[in-house]
């Protein structure tokens, strides 16, 4: 018995002394360490490390692909001690810090954590006790905020429904001195963090968001150079701080963004990416400002005979894809109506708003747009239609140019076609109505019941306008068209994840019926209040 107790205790003492070892080791390597590098293929954990490094004052990397070590070890000074953040399940590099070793480095050191973003947040310095807390669904957000928490010492949180007891207990073991909420993030998240007392960014869309970020940072540093980007990748000069980051789209130059720099005081735009220029050129051609663009560095592997420069280390992020395309462009003589049917490619809804010019063969010009954004949901048809034309007996081309982008404000892509205008002679006679509206909370869905009032067979779609989610209003709309026989009902189908304070937000409901013969062309619609 003596024995067994005896080895019991050796066994604890060598846990403990494990322990104690790991714990003076771990503080040792992230105080000692002169360069942060992340291991890691999950941008959340590349964007933390970086933010953790310039926070507690050190310089900062990333591995950007499987081949990225031995190259970003080249560049490094062999006596820097590097402190490698590797990911356990999404590392590029496996034994990174024996590679550091044997490439001459001195005392490099590795730490891993499940989490590491809330992993290095607890090994930030007391005095760090200001926090910006975003969803991590999306980077947007993310590249938005990192300047200004550079600048006010603040560390980036991702929260969501599913971590938010973690993040909670987090930020209580820190007493934050304050709390900053930017873009939309879960219901869960919002009403966890109330008894902070957090300040709120959620102006509908990321480039409005962005501008409300800009403009914080230079109420305290009031530079008069930005970086240009479009907040969809990862890159040093992004991550420092230096100054504010504004967003312009990958075509397009949002309305708000050009008004916001129009009336600042802002002279100088660095684009990063050669991708932007179109962009980038645009705000200089329209609003004077100068830019530069930052497109490569110099060349890190000596063995190249002639290697004088390289592309960016740049980190990719999630990203919504937006896509646009037009199915077709007809004239329709029965209605004396222009038809154009587009067909969102993308992953997620998108908003549009065209201008369609009509050119005929004997000069006769004709132009015609929409005045606000029209939804198409991930994988639909939508047929947009102008009504009151007549047009003479002859050939049409119809120029195309529609912008389009993720909500009604972010229109930041453009679409552009040219193709010779069809011509058709189809009356419709579908009638439809809507009857009525439930939500069923358990599945998650909204049952549309509508019910064919005419004389013929119809094909139904629809959206609901409007609705309150997470305390932002937004479209939704249902998945493919059904079709309705005369004298027939059906509960049309849209999901959607709605809780208890979402429900109370929508006690009326606004939905729109589109509706027609052809499954292709739903050119009528019916919009109803409902319950």
Known sequence: ???K???MRVKLFVLLALILALTTNLAFAQEDAGYILSNSDNWQDVYSSSIYGTLVGKGSGFLASEKHAPLILNNLNKQTKILIV????NKYTVGFERLAIDAGFVEPSELSFDNINIGLGELLPAEINQF???????GYDAISVAPYAILTKSYVIFAD?????EVDAYLSSRNPSKILIVGQVDNSVRTTLEKYNPEKINEGDRFSNNIEVVKKYRQIKPEKQVILTNGEFIESEIMSGVEPVLFIGKQQVPEQTKEYIQNSDIEVGVLIGNELIGPATN???ELGISTFVKFARGARDSSASIANVEGLDLFFLPIAETNLAIES???NKATKQLEVTYRN??????YLRGTVTLNGNSGDEQRFGEVEPIFVHVGDLKTVTYVGISLIDQTYTAEIYTLFGETQTSLDKALEASLVLGQIDVLDNCEVDATGLKYYRSREIFQLSVKNIGKVYCFVDAELMSIVINGEKQTIGMEGVEGLDVGDSKKLKIKANLDASDIEDNEIVNAKVLYGQRENALTKQLIKSLE
């Open 1 to 3: 018995m003596g024995v």
């Open 329 to 331: 462009a007809s004239y």
């Open 161 to 165: 429904s599913g971590n938010i007891g």
């Open 283 to 285: 705000i200089r051609r």
């Open 5 to 7: 107790v005896n080895s």
């Open 86 to 89: 590797t990911s356990p399940e």
């Open 132 to 138: 910006i807390v975003i969803d991590g669904t999306l």
């Open 345 to 350: 490619t993308g992953n997620v809804p998108v």
